[in-house]
């Protein structure tokens, strides 16, 4: 169109349509500029989004890789932790053992020494009872039947004293022998041979599960200590009674007798212990009954007041 306009001489209409022909070719320019501009700015904007996505999987990789390994080193530290405490848990039960070994290889011969000591002791007591019952027959004066009787007190003292540590170191050595124990029945059976004037109640008793040697031993020292030392009263009274629970069945034995302060209740179950030296006795019998009803896996008590009695007691687990 531009060169039939310069053929036919009209240079004006040709520098027109050549103006706008290039102004058409600068907004084509312009638009396809724009286009790649725009282009450029999506692909940018893609691409700086897959970076930040990049960067982000980056930052998420380094955080799983720092928390794996601070698991693992969590994970080792408790084992090395584990591994610390079991080999402490061993060395402290070997200790364990090693201290129950040396404690049950001196409790035995303590056993054997104490049985030893009591038995070898018999045969001089014999001889001075001998001695002192061949003294009564050569018609002693008076002074010294009085000494006789201040001996023959104090021998029969160290024969109960005998008698009593051998009984306990039978006890320690013996083995349980259980088997149901009628207690109503063995308590009568007892108390049949215990001629007391003291009147004696005795609740109904329970039917237990116990080594019936020992058992009889402990109602024998109950009653027997029951006895003595309510035997001063006016009217002397003793009860027995039991209660039962789900896990055990608790027996006590109660007086009107001497009593004594509970502050010292403790004492009474010690080798010796005792609270009334007027009364005669040797301070064993209350230990065995502690140590039966242990060896039963037991507990003793005592309670009692100054001159208004005294309650023993002891629980049998079930």
Same mark, same amino acid.
């Given at each position: 169109?531009?060169?039939?306009?310069?053929?036919?001489?009209?240079?004006?209409?040709?520098?027109?349509?050549?103006?706008?022909?290039?102004?058409?070719?600068?907004?084509?320019?312009?638009?396809?500029?724009?286009?790649?501009?725009?282009?450029?700015?999506?692909?940018?904007?893609?691409?700086?989004?897959?970076?930040?996505?990049?960067?982000?999987?980056?930052?998420?990789?380094?955080?799983?890789?720092?928390?794996?390994?601070?698991?693992?080193?969590?994970?080792?530290?408790?084992?090395?932790?584990?591994?610390?405490?079991?080999?402490?848990?061993?060395?402290?039960?070997?200790?364990?053992?090693?201290?129950?070994?040396d404690?049950?290889?001196?409790?035995?011969?303590?056993?054997?020494?104490?049985?030893?000591?009591?038995?070898?002791l018999?045969q001089?007591?014999?001889?001075?009872?001998? +001695?002192? /019952?061949?003294?009564?027959?050569?018609?002693?004066?008076?002074? *010294? &039947?009085?000494?006789?009787?201040?001996? #023959? =007190?104090?021998?029969?003292n160290?024969?109960?004293?005998?008698?009593g540590?051998?009984?306990?170191?039978?006890?320690?050595?013996?083995?349980?022998?259980?088997a149901?124990?009628?207690?109503?029945?063995?308590?009568?059976?007892?108390?049949?041979?215990?001629?007391?004037?003291?009147?004696?109640?005795?609740?109904?008793?329970?039917?237990?599960?116990?080594?019936?040697?020992?058992l009889?031993?402990?109602?024998?020292?109950?009653?027997?200590? +029951?006895? /003595?030392?309510?035997?001063?009263?006016?009217?002397?009274?003793? *009860? &027995?009674?039991?209660?039962?629970t789900? #896990? =055990?069945v608790?027996?006590?034995?109660?007086?009107?007798?001497?009593?004594?302060?509970?502050?010292?209740?403790?004492?009474?179950?010690?080798?010796?212990?005792?609270?009334?030296?007027?009364?005669?006795?040797?301070?064993?019998?209350?230990?065995?009954?502690?140590k039966?009803?242990?060896?039963?896996?037991?507990?003793v008590?005592?309670?009692?007041?100054?001159?208004?009695?005294?309650?023993?007691?002891?629980?049998?687990?079930?």
């Amino acid at each position: 169109m531009i060169k039939c306009a310069e053929n036919l001489k009209d240079y004006k209409y040709a520098f027109r349509l050549q103006l706008a022909s290039q102004a058409l070719n600068d907004s084509l320019d312009l638009i396809e500029n724009k286009q790649m501009a725009e282009e450029l700015t999506v692909k940018y904007e893609t691409e700086k989004k897959d970076a930040q996505l990049a960067n982000q999987e980056i930052e998420l990789l380094t955080r799983r890789q720092q928390l794996t390994q601070t698991a693992l080193l969590g994970t080792l530290s408790i084992l090395i932790i584990g591994v610390a405490f079991v080999f402490y848990r061993w060395q402290h039960s070997q200790r364990i053992k090693q201290i129950e070994s040396d404690f049950e290889q001196t409790a035995k011969q303590l056993q054997s020494f104490n049985y030893s000591v009591s038995h070898d002791l018999r045969q001089p007591i014999y001889g001075i009872e001998y +001695a002192l /019952k061949q003294l009564h027959r050569t018609d002693p004066a008076p002074n *010294q &039947i009085h000494l006789l009787a201040q001996a #023959n =007190k104090s021998v029969n003292n160290m024969k109960g004293i005998i008698e009593g540590l051998l009984d306990l170191s039978s006890i320690e050595r013996s083995r349980l022998v259980l088997a149901e124990v009628n207690t109503e029945l063995l308590i009568k059976d007892v108390l049949e041979q215990m001629p007391t004037h003291a009147t004696i109640t005795i609740d109904s008793l329970p039917i237990v599960k116990a080594d019936v040697r020992l058992l009889r031993q402990v109602f024998v020292n109950l009653l027997s200590n +029951a006895i /003595k030392y309510s035997d001063q009263q006016a009217e002397p009274h003793i *009860q &027995i009674c039991a209660t039962q629970t789900i #896990n =055990k069945v608790s027996f006590e034995v109660s007086d009107n007798g001497l009593g004594f302060d509970d502050q010292f209740g403790d004492k009474l179950f010690q080798l010796f212990g005792r609270l009334h030296p007027q009364v005669e006795g040797v301070g064993i019998g209350l230990l065995i009954v502690k140590k039966i009803v242990e060896k039963h896996g037991g507990k003793v008590y005592a309670s009692g007041k100054p001159h208004l009695g005294a309650k023993f007691g002891f629980d049998l687990p079930t």
